[in-house]
Nanobody
Framework: QVHLVESGGGLVQAGGSLRLSCEAS????????IAWYRQAPGKQREWVAT???????LYADSVKGRFTISRDNAKNTVYLQMNSLKPEDTAVYIC????????????WGQGTQVTVSS
């Protein structure tokens, strides 16, 4: 089982930056990829970015060019650098670990709040 803990959220003005962290513990060797999702009040959970084997990275169109996902394997930590933040980026950001055994074994973190003021 994989346990995920997010940190780094907070309140920032539009145009500012934040860096989120997602630290994994437990059976980290079973992780295939780690993704960030976000959920704003009254809206469905939205995929933001994914990093997988070989430091590959995929981004949602809404964040492409502004957000960067990276990983430090030695620390079992994935980061989400968020630049040029907009009020519409306000959401709870949630870390998700895709397990090599399939979706039934995937893990979710509790999330960290990001609020962008205009």
């Amino acid at each position: 089982q994989v346990h995920l803990v997010e940190s780094g959220g907070g309140l920032v003005q539009a145009g500012g930056s934040l860096r989120l962290s997602c630290e994994a513990s437990g059976s980290t060797e079973s992780i295939h990829a780690i993704a960030w999702y976000r959920q704003a009040p009254g809206k469905q959970r939205e995929w933001v970015a994914t990093t997988g084997d070989g430091d590959s990275a995929l981004y949602a169109d809404s964040v492409k060019g502004r957000f960067t996902i990276s990983r430090d394997n030695a620390k079992n930590t994935v980061y989400l650098q968020m630049n040029s933040l907009k009020p519409e980026d306000t959401a709870v950001y949630i870390c998700h670990a895709e397990n090599k055994l399939g979706p039934v074994a995937d893990s979710w973190g509790q999330g960290t709040q990001v609020t962008v003021s205009s």
